[in-house]
Protein backbone atom coordinates (compact mmCIF):
# COMPACT_ATOMS: atom_id res chain seq x y z
CA UNK A 1 0.00 0.00 0.00
CA UNK A 2 1.53 3.11 -0.80
CA UNK A 3 0.77 6.37 1.01
CA UNK A 4 -1.13 9.16 -0.27
CA UNK A 5 0.81 12.17 -0.04
CA UNK A 6 1.16 15.87 -0.10
CA UNK A 7 3.35 18.49 -0.44
CA UNK A 8 4.28 19.42 3.23
CA UNK A 9 7.31 22.02 2.44
CA UNK A 10 4.87 24.58 0.69
CA UNK A 11 3.99 26.21 4.43
CA UNK A 12 7.54 27.32 4.35
CA UNK A 13 7.63 29.26 1.17
CA UNK A 14 8.87 32.76 1.34
CA UNK A 15 9.74 31.85 5.35
CA UNK A 16 12.28 33.87 7.09
CA UNK A 17 13.36 31.20 9.28
CA UNK A 18 13.48 27.64 6.61
CA UNK A 19 16.81 27.38 5.96
CA UNK A 20 18.64 23.79 5.13
CA UNK A 21 19.20 21.05 7.47
CA UNK A 22 17.17 23.34 10.45
CA UNK A 23 15.33 20.49 11.62
CA UNK A 24 12.30 21.85 12.05
CA UNK A 25 10.16 19.08 10.98
CA UNK A 26 7.79 19.12 14.07
CA UNK A 27 7.29 22.86 13.07
CA UNK A 28 5.96 22.27 9.75
CA UNK A 29 4.07 19.04 10.87
CA UNK A 30 1.86 21.69 13.25
CA UNK A 31 1.85 24.29 10.45
CA UNK A 32 0.08 21.54 8.52
CA UNK A 33 -2.16 20.24 10.60
CA UNK A 34 -3.34 23.41 12.06
CA UNK A 35 -3.15 25.91 8.88
CA UNK A 36 -1.29 28.36 10.95
CA UNK A 37 1.73 30.07 9.41
CA UNK A 38 5.04 28.63 9.80
CA UNK A 39 7.02 31.58 11.11
CA UNK A 40 4.39 32.49 13.83
CA UNK A 41 5.01 28.71 14.94
CA UNK A 42 8.45 28.66 14.45
CA UNK A 43 9.06 32.28 16.79
CA UNK A 44 6.55 30.53 19.64
CA UNK A 45 8.46 27.79 19.55
CA UNK A 46 11.83 29.99 20.19
CA UNK A 47 10.11 31.72 22.72
CA UNK A 48 9.23 28.77 24.60
CA UNK A 49 12.53 27.09 23.92
CA UNK A 50 11.37 24.13 22.42
CA UNK A 51 13.73 24.75 19.35
CA UNK A 52 17.17 26.41 19.00
CA UNK A 53 17.40 28.39 16.06
CA UNK A 54 19.77 26.88 13.10
CA UNK A 55 20.65 23.05 13.07
CA UNK A 56 19.15 20.89 15.32
CA UNK A 57 16.04 19.39 15.98
CA UNK A 58 13.29 20.10 18.68
CA UNK A 59 13.06 19.88 22.40
CA UNK A 60 9.63 18.06 21.93
CA UNK A 61 10.40 15.34 24.98
CA UNK A 62 12.05 18.21 27.66
CA UNK A 63 8.34 18.87 29.42
CA UNK A 64 7.31 15.46 30.99
CA UNK A 65 9.68 12.38 30.11
CA UNK A 66 7.94 9.69 31.66
CA UNK A 67 5.01 10.10 29.44
CA UNK A 68 6.61 11.66 25.80
CA UNK A 69 3.04 11.75 24.27
CA UNK A 70 1.96 14.33 27.16
CA UNK A 71 4.71 15.93 26.65
CA UNK A 72 4.62 16.38 22.89
CA UNK A 73 0.79 17.73 23.15
CA UNK A 74 2.26 20.26 25.62
CA UNK A 75 4.87 21.19 23.24
CA UNK A 76 2.01 21.38 20.41
CA UNK A 77 -0.14 23.74 22.40
CA UNK A 78 3.06 26.17 23.59
CA UNK A 79 3.68 26.41 19.51
CA UNK A 80 0.47 27.17 18.48
CA UNK A 81 -1.41 28.55 21.01
CA UNK A 82 -4.48 26.44 20.60
CA UNK A 83 -5.94 24.08 23.43
CA UNK A 84 -7.22 21.16 20.92
CA UNK A 85 -4.56 18.78 20.96
CA UNK A 86 -5.08 15.22 22.59
CA UNK A 87 -2.16 12.87 23.32
CA UNK A 88 -2.90 9.40 22.27
CA UNK A 89 -1.09 7.27 24.66
CA UNK A 90 -2.11 4.07 23.49
CA UNK A 91 -0.31 4.41 20.61
CA UNK A 92 3.18 5.54 22.24
CA UNK A 93 5.89 2.75 21.07
CA UNK A 94 4.58 -0.29 22.13
CA UNK A 95 2.02 -0.64 19.58
CA UNK A 96 4.67 -0.60 16.73
CA UNK A 97 1.85 0.62 14.04
CA UNK A 98 3.76 1.72 11.09
CA UNK A 99 2.33 4.73 8.82
CA UNK A 100 0.81 2.60 6.61
CA UNK A 101 -1.09 0.51 9.41
CA UNK A 102 -1.92 3.63 10.89
CA UNK A 103 -3.55 5.70 8.08
CA UNK A 104 -6.12 2.55 7.77
CA UNK A 105 -6.88 2.38 11.07
CA UNK A 106 -7.63 6.60 11.46
CA UNK A 107 -8.79 7.06 7.86
CA UNK A 108 -10.34 10.26 9.32
CA UNK A 109 -8.99 13.23 11.78
CA UNK A 110 -5.42 15.29 12.26
CA UNK A 111 -2.76 14.13 13.49
CA UNK A 112 1.28 15.07 14.10
CA UNK A 113 3.42 11.99 13.96
CA UNK A 114 6.60 11.49 15.67
CA UNK A 115 9.04 8.66 13.91
CA UNK A 116 12.45 8.46 14.56
CA UNK A 117 13.91 11.38 13.92
CA UNK A 118 10.99 12.67 12.09
CA UNK A 119 7.91 14.44 12.80
CA UNK A 120 5.00 14.81 10.00
CA UNK A 121 1.30 15.88 9.46
CA UNK A 122 -1.63 13.41 8.57
CA UNK A 123 -5.12 15.03 8.06
CA UNK A 124 -7.91 12.90 6.84
CA UNK A 125 -5.70 10.27 5.99
CA UNK A 126 -3.48 12.23 3.57
CA UNK A 127 0.58 12.47 4.90
CA UNK A 128 1.78 16.36 4.64
CA UNK A 129 5.51 15.80 4.25
CA UNK A 130 8.34 14.69 1.07
CA UNK A 131 6.21 14.65 -1.73
CA UNK A 132 8.19 11.45 -2.81
CA UNK A 133 7.50 9.66 0.08
CA UNK A 134 6.23 6.53 -1.00
CA UNK A 135 7.05 4.02 2.25
CA UNK A 136 4.82 3.77 4.85
CA UNK A 137 7.29 1.47 6.92
CA UNK A 138 8.31 3.58 9.50
CA UNK A 139 7.12 3.13 12.84
CA UNK A 140 4.85 5.38 14.84
CA UNK A 141 6.68 6.76 18.07
CA UNK A 142 4.20 9.08 19.18
CA UNK A 143 0.62 10.34 18.24
CA UNK A 144 -1.03 13.77 19.05
CA UNK A 145 -4.53 14.56 17.49
CA UNK A 146 -5.54 17.61 16.81
CA UNK A 147 -9.30 17.99 17.65
CA UNK A 148 -9.84 21.45 16.60
CA UNK A 149 -10.51 25.11 18.04
CA UNK A 150 -13.70 25.70 20.36
CA UNK A 151 -15.17 27.53 16.92
CA UNK A 152 -14.29 25.14 14.63
CA UNK A 153 -16.25 22.45 17.20
CA UNK A 154 -19.14 24.71 17.22
CA UNK A 155 -19.04 25.17 13.46
CA UNK A 156 -19.05 21.38 13.66
CA UNK A 157 -21.61 20.30 15.29
CA UNK A 158 -23.74 23.38 13.95
CA UNK A 159 -23.39 21.77 10.70
CA UNK A 160 -24.33 18.35 11.69
CA UNK A 161 -27.64 19.45 13.09
CA UNK A 162 -28.36 21.05 10.05
CA UNK A 163 -27.79 17.69 8.14
CA UNK A 164 -29.77 15.71 10.94
CA UNK A 165 -32.81 18.59 10.10
CA UNK A 166 -32.49 17.92 6.79
CA UNK A 167 -32.37 14.05 6.98
CA UNK A 168 -35.52 14.16 9.50
CA UNK A 169 -37.49 16.20 6.37
CA UNK A 170 -36.50 13.53 4.16
CA UNK A 171 -37.76 10.90 6.02
CA UNK A 172 -40.60 12.23 7.09
CA UNK A 173 -41.67 12.77 3.44
CA UNK A 174 -40.60 9.31 2.94
CA UNK A 175 -43.26 8.04 5.52
CA UNK A 176 -45.31 9.81 4.01
CA UNK A 177 -45.33 8.66 0.60
CA UNK A 178 -45.18 4.67 1.88
CA UNK A 179 -47.38 4.95 4.18
CA UNK A 180 -50.22 8.24 3.72
CA UNK A 181 -49.01 9.35 7.62
CA UNK A 182 -47.09 11.99 8.83
CA UNK A 183 -44.77 12.02 11.73
CA UNK A 184 -42.58 14.67 13.37
CA UNK A 185 -39.33 12.55 13.61
CA UNK A 186 -37.52 15.96 15.29
CA UNK A 187 -37.11 13.95 18.61
CA UNK A 188 -36.31 10.65 19.24
CA UNK A 189 -39.48 9.56 21.14
CA UNK A 190 -41.43 10.18 17.81
CA UNK A 191 -38.68 8.52 16.09
CA UNK A 192 -38.68 4.56 19.18
CA UNK A 193 -42.53 4.72 18.45
CA UNK A 194 -42.16 4.99 14.98
CA UNK A 195 -39.45 2.37 15.12
CA UNK A 196 -41.89 0.03 17.28
CA UNK A 197 -44.38 0.32 14.70
CA UNK A 198 -42.68 -1.34 12.28
CA UNK A 199 -44.72 -4.56 11.73
CA UNK A 200 -47.93 -2.57 11.07
CA UNK A 201 -45.93 -0.03 8.58
CA UNK A 202 -45.33 -3.44 5.96
CA UNK A 203 -44.78 -0.75 2.77
CA UNK A 204 -41.48 1.14 4.21
CA UNK A 205 -38.48 -0.41 2.46
CA UNK A 206 -35.83 -1.71 4.76
CA UNK A 207 -33.47 1.12 3.31
CA UNK A 208 -35.68 3.40 4.87
CA UNK A 209 -35.71 1.74 8.10
CA UNK A 210 -31.86 1.79 8.50
CA UNK A 211 -31.89 5.27 7.74
CA UNK A 212 -34.33 5.72 10.46
CA UNK A 213 -32.46 4.06 13.22
CA UNK A 214 -29.23 5.56 12.26
CA UNK A 215 -31.06 9.00 12.85
CA UNK A 216 -32.57 7.96 16.16
CA UNK A 217 -28.60 7.68 17.16
CA UNK A 218 -27.97 11.16 15.90
CA UNK A 219 -31.02 12.33 17.94
CA UNK A 220 -29.48 10.86 21.27
CA UNK A 221 -26.19 12.08 20.56
CA UNK A 222 -27.31 15.61 19.72
CA UNK A 223 -30.38 15.97 21.04
CA UNK A 224 -34.09 17.46 20.00
CA UNK A 225 -33.68 19.41 16.87
CA UNK A 226 -35.68 22.28 17.88
Not at 41 to 66: A, C, H, N, P, T
Amino acid sequence: MSLITADGYKCTKDSKYQTYRDGSCYQRALANATGLDFDVIYQKSLRSGIKKQGRGGSSVWKFDRENPTRSVAIACRKCTGLTGWKPMKHLYRQSGLTLNQFVKRFPIGTFVIIVRGHALAIVDGVVYDNKDRVSGRHRVMCVVEFKGTKEQKKQDRDERRAQIDHNAEKLEANFKIYTGRSFALENIDTVEMVLGMRSELTRVPLTIWSLLQRHAVQLKTFGPLW
